[in-house]
């Protein structure tokens, strides 16, 4: 070794290396003269604007929501009927009629919302939603398998379809995750695995589904076929408030996982040297999602395609790089009273919310895919 | 004591491969004393699902040096950073931060004391350049401190010393792929961690670009004293900017020490069955790797 470390070397082409150590000329691209805003601040003042914005606008539109209907209501009733101001008859359709429906449409959306926006954030992937990970069509085989298997006994149908139906969704919404999450994991769950499992769930539980329905009796088949296309007409208090109250806690806990989310966007291994506990955020993410998405289930059937768009509408109000939290669940809400509203008072007759949701979303995830290959690199 | 040491390998150009100062912390070597290293594996095995990469694997990285693992495609050498990282669990044996065991940590306060730099980071959409480095504060953060003046001033700094201050307000996905590689050192370097690991940090660089971030290296293991564990594949770049090379391959540490004593022709035909010729950089005086026509 020492005969051919010992040659010295002429190399008259030598590179024109710069000094080591020393300061070195970058290679500094020109810069943009576009770029003298603040840096970052711009970004939360606008995801603040939107945000408060599309607040606004859900609650005028919640108010338009508990006006319309049969009996005419204008908005300024609304308002004093609200604040108690108003006649008992007004108080009646108010609170106990419409005011339900409004705020159970709130509160479905919300827990869709941001159900839609913790997967598709988690998952880096806007298809990863609720539905795609085999949670919606689990609830949905509960809540039909409920129907058909005790709906033939008229004894239990009135306490069944106000207190078993929600639970069996719940039920199967928390088996089916915890199944596709048992049979993704591999020492660690990868997202990309996730989504393929839970396409597999949502295929093999839609065909359970149909078959039960198939084998049902007319009258329970006619049951859960209403309720698997998703109706907010039969809500009333009792269904609203289990779905807020576990708004009401998850959110919070979902907003915790907020900072851990942003820095997830960097890929697993950077996330874990940057100290975030990659599999138990995932975990803890899900879980939120999946009882999010169980509580707007039970409340309402499924709803499809909200949770899938009110994340993706919310991330290009605001501007941000991944579905912000607060600001999907808003625009979830916002979704989901508006079409409620549309097919009360706009529709010559009465759809359920579920097909219109589905309506409008079946094409924009078509238009997002289309135009996806293009805009989402990292995605 | 560092910078002597370091000073001492740039410079000798004496081509006598034993006349080269003896790397710091060199495995084994318990000139070590007080301070515990800053890195440490303790007989370390580590497999892929069922196949072994390494097996009872001891090595010491001490405190402020650059150390550069070298080896074959698939020898195992990101392998074994990915452990000092704690991105993959040994299945025996343990690596220890300053001393302490790794898992008797928390994730944040490890990542306090140690940040890496993975291989194929993803680059977020809609994040501009400052958005991204101020990911690098992640480990400093709770719940009830989010944002601190301490924070923004890391980043600054993190932004000034990767020459991105002009490019902070540009969208991360505009970036050249040198600038890129930039934004994510400045992200690590805004973790201010004492310890930072860098997965081939230069690979898909030109070769202005990888020399741009390997001084960026060495001007931070020098001003701030950071401990570097990097792997490289150029050799020739490794030997410059490095204090230490450990060669793997063949499941074990192949050779350990000081550039001039570790890259010898035979150690270069063991790890990487390569027939080369290694002579002093004329610029340099590190060891310089040229491959033999067969």
């Known amino acids: 070794m020492s005969a051919s470390t010992t040659r010295p070397q002429p190399q008259p082409p030598q590179p024109p290396a710069p000094a080591p150590g020393r300061k070195e000329a970058r290679v500094a691209a020109p810069t943009p003269p576009a ?3 603040g840096p970052g601040r711009t970004r939360r003042t606008r995801l603040v604007v939107a945000t408060g914005a599309s607040a606004v606008v859900v609650v005028l539109v919640s108010l338009v929501g508990v006006a319309a209907g049969s009996s005419s209501l204008g908005l300024g009733d609304v308002v004093r009927t609200l604040v108690g101001l108003g006649t008992p008859a007004q108080e009646l359709i108010v609170v106990d009629l419409r005011l339900p429906r409004v705020a159970g449409a709130l509160v479905v959306g919300a827990c869709l919302g941001l159900a839609g926006a913790l997967t598709q954030t988690f998952a880096r992937n806007p298809l990863a939603t609720p539905d795609i990970l085999g949670v919606t069509s689990g609830a949905g085989l509960g809540a039909v398998s409920a129907i058909v298997l005790a709906g033939g006994s008229y004894a239990v149908t009135g306490g069944l379809l106000s207190v078993g139906v929600p639970v069996a969704a719940v039920v199967g919404a928390l088996v089916t995750s915890v199944v596709v999450y048992g049979l993704s994991w591999r020492g660690g769950v990868d997202s990309y695995r996730l989504i393929l499992v839970g396409i597999g769930a949502t295929a093999t539980l839609t065909g359970l589904t149909t078959y039960m329905i198939a084998r049902a009796q007319i009258t329970e088949a006619a049951a859960a076929t209403q309720w698997l296309v998703g109706s907010l007409s039969g809500i009333s208090w009792a269904s609203v408030w289990p779905a807020l109250v576990v708004l009401a806690v998850i959110g919070p806990l979902a907003a915790t996982q907020s900072s851990a989310l ?19 955020h995932r975990i803890v993410v899900l879980a939120c999602a999946v009882l999010l998405t169980a509580a707007a289930v039970s409340a309402s059937g499924p709803l499809e395609f909200v949770a899938f768009v009110a994340p993706q509408l ?19 809400a916002f979704i989901v009273v508006a079409a409620d509203l549309v097919t009360r008072a706009v529709l010559p007759s009465e759809v359920p919310v579920g097909i219109l949701t589905a309506i409008i979303g079946a094409p924009y995830l078509i238009w997002l895919l289309i135009r996806g290959r293009r805009e989402d690199r990292s995605a | 004591m560092t910078g002597t040491t370091d000073e001492t390998t740039r410079t000798a150009t004496a081509p006598s491969p034993g006349g080269a100062a003896p790397a710091p912390g060199t495995a084994g070597d318990p000139l070590v004393g007080a301070a515990p290293p800053a890195l440490a594996a ?6 892929y699902e069922r196949a072994v990469v390494l097996e009872g694997l001891d090595l010491e990285v001490a405190r402020g040096t650059v150390t550069t693992l070298i080896g074959a495609n698939g020898s195992g050498k990101s392998t074994i950073l990915k452990a000092f990282g704690r991105l993959l669990t040994p299945t025996a044996g343990h690596v220890e931060i300053d001393g302490a065991p790794v898992r008797s940590l928390s994730g944040k306060a490890v990542a306090r004391r140690l940040a890496i730099l993975p291989q194929k980071p993803l680059t977020p959409s809609a994040t501009t350049v400052r958005d991204l480095v101020s990911r690098g504060r992640h480990p400093h953060q709770s719940l009830l401190t989010p944002w601190t003046a301490a924070d923004a001033s890391a980043v600054d700094e993190a932004l000034a010393a990767t020459g991105l201050v002009e490019l902070a307000a540009r969208d991360v996905g505009t970036l050249s792929g040198g600038q890129l590689q930039r934004a994510w050192l400045a992200l690590v370097l805004a973790q201010q961690a004492e310890t930072i690991l860098l997965d081939e940090p230069t690979t898909f660089l030109d070769l202005s670009h990888q020399l741009d971030i390997l001084r960026l290296v060495r001007s931070i293991n020098r001003s701030r004293g950071a401990t570097v564990v990097m792997v490289l594949h150029d050799l020739t770049l490794a030997a410059r900017y490095s204090d230490r090379l450990v060669v793997i391959g063949r499941g074990r540490v192949l050779g350990d020490g000081a550039p001039w004593d570790v890259l010898t022709p035979e150690v270069l035909r063991d790890a990487f069955d390569l027939d080369a010729l290694v002579i002093p950089d004329p610029t340099s005086g590190a060891p310089l790797v040229v491959p033999r026509d067969a």
């Open chain 1, 35 to 37: 770029d003298r805003r």
């Open chain 1, 262 to 280: 942003e820095v997830s966007q960097l890929g697993d291994d950077l996330s874990t040297g940057l100290g975030v506990a990659v599999q138990r």
């Open chain 1, 314 to 332: 919310a991330r290009r109000l605001t501007g941000t790089g991944r579905p912000p939290l607060l600001a999907s669940a808003v625009t979830g």
């Open chain 2, 42 to 47: 303790r007989g370390v095995t580590l497999s």
